[in-house]
């Protein structure tokens, strides 16, 4: 069955870096957009970011634009999303999506961005 | 890229059926057929219950269906039962290749 496990959370300072990692399994990688979507503690859900099935493309959120980069490695069955400059609304469950129906999703993980 | 418009709370008797509206805009739900719906439980993760508007996935009951009129799509369930009590979220595709979120509705089940 599909499988999504998300690593690599935790806190770390306003201004610092942190690389997400979505471990896939159960599908194949390469038929398959891969989303992140996160979710402020008690808010909504924010879309993040995409990776287009054969990953060519890449877009992003507004808020994300510019600091953020979602990459994958398809002989690892990982996707990845490399967070720099974060800030303190940065802080949130993400969460690791298949599909552009999202039809599954991760556990999520949690970053906190605090000093 | 602002969020779409849904309620911030519906409620409704066990047995009844309930409506939740999602406005976006020419940008988002209008142009396209790719609204979805997914049921969230705190502390859990989001759950999808519809795409492309009407479509349920395997497994998702036929109590839940989705419309959509301009750039108003709306989710109902009919039939509530105690179980439906959760948090509900629409999305949509837009013309900048991004997609986005409502701000999600609470449904209590009376």
């Known amino acids: 069955q599909v499988q999504l496990v998300e690593s690599g959370g935790g806190v770390v300072q306003p201004g610092r870096s942190l690389r997400l990692s979505c471990a896939a399994s159960?599908?194949?990688?390469?038929?398959?957009?891969m989303h992140w979507v996160r979710q402020a503690p008690g808010k909504g859900l924010e879309w993040v970011s995409v990776?287009?099935?054969?990953?060519?493309?890449?877009y992003y959120g507004d808020s994300v634009k510019g600091r953020f980069t979602i990459s994958r490695d398809t002989s690892k069955k990982t996707v990845y999303l490399q967070m720099n400059s974060l800030r303190a609304e940065d802080t949130a469950v993400y969460y690791c999506?298949?599909?552009?129906?999202?039809?599954?999703w991760g556990q999520g993980i949690l970053v906190t961005v605090s000093s | 890229q602002s969020a779409l418009t849904q309620p911030a709370s519906v409620s409704g008797s066990p047995g009844q059926s309930i409506t939740i509206s999602c406005t976006g805009t020419?940008?988002?739900?209008?142009?396209?057929?790719?609204v979805s719906w997914y049921q969230q439980y705190p502390g859990k993760a989001p759950k999808l219950l519809i795409y492309?508007?009407?479509e349920r996935p395997s497994g998702v009951s036929n109590r839940l269906s989705g419309s959509k009129s301009g750039n108003t799509a709306s989710l109902t369930i009919s039939g509530l039962q105690s179980e439906d009590e959760a948090y509900y979220y629409c999305?949509?595709?837009?013309?900048?290749?991004?997609?986005?979120f409502g701000g999600g509705t609470k449904l209590t089940v009376l």
């Open positions: 999506v298949r599909g552009d129906n999202h039809e599954n």
């Open positions: 159960g599908f194949t990688l390469t038929s398959y957009a």
């Open positions: 990776i287009s099935y054969d990953g060519n493309n890449q």
């Open positions: 020419s940008y988002d739900i209008g142009p396209y057929k790719y």
């Open positions: 492309d508007v009407t």
């Open positions: 999305s949509s595709y837009t013309t900048s290749k991004s997609w986005v």
